[in-house]
T-cell receptor
């Protein structure tokens, strides 16, 4: 079975500060990992994905995430927060090679950016 | 860029009524999904569909739910007798094939309010 834990349901940063959103996963097989962003009243937009290539993954809007197998983590970072980054962020995992392709999402982290 | 289209964007219904939520996946995609998000909670997997049959479903997807692809383009989720707890945002998603390079594309969602 697979699961995702996102530490911190709310994170608040100042504009220009580092953004760090934490995600730990559990999977019985090598995982695919994803970060999605949800702006108010909108759907889920893919930020970035890890699919067993480079462990440091760069996504849209200046975000990146690093896959660390030893720590079972896939934390999302951005060097400098912008007001437009305020949204809900979801980490998700899917299992490779099992035929089960559905994504399992974490509970989400709401990012607030203070001026 | 191709999109997953969902209708209606918002539906209000009385408890016990039947509801059909519609989705038009991306035209060359082969795998289809429904997820739901109860307000303030995580995105939960409901069902996946491939080759005109359900390939996987969660424990949430009980007998009151059904899916079908009636005409080769639409992918529908039917809730036979809605309950208050069915109030949620329902997301449709699709993917062309299950390889590392591909990710789920989500629609903007259909908000269902059961009174």
């Amino acid at each position: 079975a697979q699961s995702v834990t996102q530490l911190g349901s709310h994170v608040s940063v100042s504009e220009g500060a580092l953004v760090l959103l934490r995600c730990n996963y559990s999977s019985s097989v090598p995982p695919y990992l994803f970060w999605y962003v949800q702006y108010p009243n909108q759907g889920l937009q893919l930020l970035l994905k890890y699919t067993s290539a480079a462990t440091l993954v760069k996504g849209i809007n200046g975000f990146e995430a690093e896959f660390k197998k030893s720590e079972t983590s896939f934390h999302l970072t951005k060097p400098s927060a912008h007001m437009s980054d305020a949204a809900e962020y979801f980490c998700a995992v899917s299992e490779t090679g099992t035929g089960r392709r559905a994504l399992t999402f974490g509970s989400g982290t709401r990012l607030q950016v203070q001026p | 860029e191709p999109e997953v289209t969902q209708t209606p964007s918002h539906q209000v219904t009385q408890m016990g009524q039947e509801v059909i939520l519609r989705c038009v996946p991306i035209s060359n995609h082969l795998y289809f999904y429904w997820y739901r998000q109860i307000l303030g909670q995580k995105v939960e997997f409901l069902v996946s569909f491939y080759n005109n049959e359900i390939s996987e479903k969660s424990e949430i997807f009980d007998d009151q739910f059904s899916v079908e692809r009636p005409d080769g383009s639409n992918f529908t989720l039917k809730i036979r007798s809605t309950k208050l707890e069915d109030s949620a945002m329902y997301f449709c998603a699709s993917i062309k094939e299950h390889s590392g390079a591909n990710v789920l594309t989500f629609g903007a969602g259909s908000r269902l309010t059961v009174l």
